[in-house]
């Protein structure tokens, strides 16, 4: 049987169809639908975990007892979870393992472009990278089979475009394995030295016999066009970007990127005039074969950064002199105006991030949909790098301003979901040498649900869906940990919400907000939508600032002056542009 | 039939779902087919683009500059937007229900209603106003139904297969009228 299937719903499948047992993940684009997937499949155990290294540590103890496991996460994701993944990959695999990184050439929607083949290398993993929803779906099988095969733990490196392109994926039934249970055995399991060193001869050892297998292994393919002199070492998507070209060139396909075969490369390095390596991000092949002696030749055609496309791999072949005439002349795209995203008609978001930008305090961001408020249209607010970052942030800089003189205040924006993945350490920091003349103004963004990603559970959900089993109390967290300044607040009432933010930023002291609006659009509000009274507007153009679909300026008959507008068909009737007009123009409708 | 059908559109206005009925309709006609649409940041209101490439052999989701046959623009700012992927003389299938990005509702740049008038130069539209026609089908939702309905009509796939695979992607409820408006789609041109 077959059916199309996304890269993210093959991986799902492929694990289902190899008994896998324990999975775990924390979303993030592009792998959030796996574990989506997986939800949907009985004799799974799977799960959102409240962050990667829970996740990870889930799918470890799943491993350590014999059964087969899969984790997965975003490519940044892997970086949470490194510490337990560097010391668990010294113990030789029990159960079947595999971490599934999600790449994002192009950073369509993360922020960075970090190429996490290094991070598999660096932790002794073979690397997987597909570049169809089939191998993803055939990837995962033999991941896990070799997993067990050469007790090590595997990585499947894929690309945000392979996790959403979709094709079709020929299915196979569920082969129901047995967990091998866990056996006591401090010296495999217990990582400390003298158990560690010899670990690490384990480990080499490892390696060079998956490099040995990767020799003649199906997943590697090689495709030999007769009297070619050009040998091209590819993999994923690049394999089928590159056959949109048709070209007499012979082609080294790896499904596995890590350990790739010395023996194997250099048999081909005595065939081939030419060895081009195409890959997108890092020259992470490149680099490979080049420590193994191959003189081949790969970024200095092809970008280090964004995504190759068939045009480009087409320029960088023409620069190479591997052919002389081109069929496409470049990727040109239309010239015009911008479409960046923005907060949802009726995001509880938006009255916070306007009271803060009339507030005009240094705001400390963070990861989530609230991120879109550094954003053009807001700039309201001024740092964003990493999940759960803001908190720490936040303290540090008010410490360097209150070594420095500086009185004014500093704001922190968290959401719940990055709160729990890893705020809650830096809040837990707070209160460790608190000096009189700090001001803090933490403001938690509780929507209780993960929504950037598409409204996924997380440890607050429980507040609005009675489905769901963790309804963890921030503010009783919080109030345990010893902050006691914590109020919270329904920003829908703006005024009140303005009055609250802006007293906390005139206080001294470490201040806590935390708004309960939910997500709008996993909870959508449905009230009678607001209209304009152009008689009345002033054309002052505090709505339009708010920056909701549906307000902008327009021409009214018999009116000269532009004045403002709500389109009735996109409004869900949240009522805070009516609360910040100053002269009560934004009527509801009945 | 080697057909490269692309979709562009607003965040929140059902591509991904569109996408998916197209490449399956597709595959049970017995096609080779592979998909691509950009989720994530884009969700919010931003911009989005899919693309379904069918035939007897398909290596790349991805459709090469000026290989587009089809283009179906859920919003027509964002059909000019990715007009470039388009063949001189392909089919563009355009909703004409506006949606304003953030520098047009910030007044900072017009809405480029001219540029996207010259679409009509080099491809052939259809223009189409698919939430009336979803309406007069009885659910606005089904707007994207419509669409679909005219590119079947571009296509040569039976339309009992479109109806079949809409049947099973749509709630069970909105069946009826998703029927209902792919007809109006489809007999629209």
Redesign the interface.
């Known amino acids: 049987m077959?059916?199309?299937l996304t890269g993210n719903q093959a991986i799902a499948r492929g694990f289902y169809e190899a008994g896998g047992l324990v999975a775990a993940s924390y979303p993030g684009?592009?792998t959030v639908e796996i574990m989506e997937t997986l939800k949907g499949y009985d004799g799974i155990y799977a799960e959102f975990s409240p962050n990667e290294k829970v996740a990870l540590e889930v799918a470890i103890g799943g491993s350590l007892y014999g059964s087969r496991a899969m984790v997965s996460m975003k490519h940044v994701g892997v970086n949470i979870a490194m510490d337990p993944l560097m010391t668990f990959t010294q113990s030789p695999i029990n159960g079947g393992f595999v971490l599934v990184s999600g790449d994002d050439p192009g950073m369509?929607?993360s922020q960075n472009e970090q190429d996490n083949r290094i991070i598999g290398r660096f932790a002794n993993m073979g690397i997987f990278y597909p570049g169809?929803s089939q191998e993803a779906k055939d990837f995962i099988k033999i991941a896990l089979e070799l997993s067990e095969r050469f007790k090590t733990p595997m990585m499947m490196d894929i690309t945000?475009?392979v996790c959403?392109?979709?094709?079709?994926v020929e299915l196979g039934e569920r082969e129901e394995i047995k967990a091998k249970g866990f056996t006591r055995d401090q010296e495999k399991y217990t990582m400390l030295p003298p158990n560690t060193f010899k670990a690490q001869y384990f480990m080499k050892e490892r390696i060079k016999e998956l490099e040995e297998y990767a020799y003649d292994a199906s997943f590697n393919i090689l495709e030999e066009v007769e009297g070619a002199d050009t040998l091209i070492v590819t993999s994923g998507?690049m394999y089928?970007?590159l056959?949109?070209l048709n070209l007499p060139v012979s082609i080294y396909k790896l499904g596995m990127v890590y350990p790739i075969s010395t023996r194997r490369m250099k048999e081909l390095s005595q065939k081939y005039k030419n060895i081009i390596v195409l890959e997108e991000m890092m020259p992470f092949i490149e680099n490979e074969l080049k420590l193994k002696g191959i003189d081949c030749k790969g970024k200095e055609y092809f970008s280090f950064t964004g995504e190759l496309?068939?045009?480009d791999i087409e320029e960088g072949l023409y620069k190479a002199g591997v052919i002389q005439e081109r069929k496409?002349?470049?990727?040109?795209?239309?010239k015009?105006?911008?479409?960046?995203?923005?907060?949802?008609s009726g995001c509880p978001h938006r009255p916070v991030f306007d009271i803060l930008k009339k507030l005009n305090v240094t705001v400390i961001g963070d990861i989530g949909?609230y991120s879109?408020s550094v954003?053009?249209?807001w700039k309201a607010s001024h740092v964003m790098y990493s999940m759960g970052a803001t908190v720490g942030i936040t303290k540090g800089m008010n410490k360097a301003m209150r070594k420095s003189g500086d009185k004014k205040p500093i704001v922190s924006i968290i959401g719940d979901g990055t709160f729990f993945h890893s705020g809650l350490p830096g809040f837990i920091d707070l209160i460790h040498q608190v000096d009189e003349e700090d001001n803090m103004t933490f403001i938690i963004l509780n929507n209780s649900t993960t929504a950037?990603t598409?409204g996924q559970h997380n440890a607050a959900s429980g507040r609005f869906n009675n489905k769901d089993d963790m309804q963890v109390d921030i503010k009783s967290l919080l109030n345990a940990m010893g902050i006691e300044n914590i109020q919270e607040v329904d920003q829908f009432e703006y005024k009140k919400a303005r009055d609250i933010i802006r007293q906390a930023t005139r206080e001294k002291g470490i201040s806590v907000i935390i708004t309960t609006r939910p997500c709008a659009l996993k909870y959508k509000i449905k009230e009678p939508h607001f209209y304009v009274d152009p008689e009345i507007c002033i054309s002052c153009r505090t709505c339009?600032?708010v920056?909701c679909?549906p307000?902008?300026?327009k021409k009214y008959e018999g009116i000269d002056e532009l004045k403002s507008s709500i389109d009735p068909e996109e409004c869900v009737g949240c009522s805070v542009c009516s609360q910040v007009c100053p002269v009560g123009a934004i009527k509801r409708s009945q | 039939m080697n057909k490269n059908i692309i979709l562009a559109g607003v965040g929140g206005q059902g591509l991904v779902l569109a996408t998916k009925i197209i490449s399956e309709t597709a595959f049970r006609a017995g096609l080779e087919v592979k998909t691509n649409d950009v989720i994530g940041l884009s969700q919010r209101g931003g911009m989005v683009w899919g693309s379904v490439r069918m035939g007897e052999k398909v290596y790349s989701p991805n459709i090469p500059a000026k290989e587009g046959d089809i283009l179906v623009g859920l919003e027509p700012l964002e059909a000019f937007r990715w007009s470039h992927l388009m063949k001189d003389g392909g089919h563009i299938i355009l909703n004409t229900k506006e949606v304003y990005p953030t520098p047009v509702l910030l007044e900072e740049v017009d809405y480029p209603h001219e540029e996207i008038e010259g679409l009509e130069n080099r491809y052939k539209v259809v223009k189409i106003n698919a939430r009336e026609e979803a309406k007069e089908a009885g659910n606005i939702k089904a707007a994207n139904t419509v669409l679909i309905g005219m590119l079947a009509k571009l296509l040569t796939i039976p339309n009992s297969i479109w109806e079949e695979t809409i049947r099973d992607n749509v709630p069970p409820k909105a069946i009826d009228v998703n029927i209902q408006a792919f007809y109006r789609g489809y007999n629209y041109l």
């Open positions: 077959k059916a199309v684009s592009p369509a929607s169809s945000s475009r959403h392109s979709r094709g079709v998507l089928y970007n056959k949109e496309f068939t045009e496409y002349k470049g990727r040109d795209t239309v015009t105006v911008a479409r960046p995203p923005m907060f949802c949909c879109m954003l053009p249209a950037m598409g339009v600032k920056n679909p307000i902008r300026m």
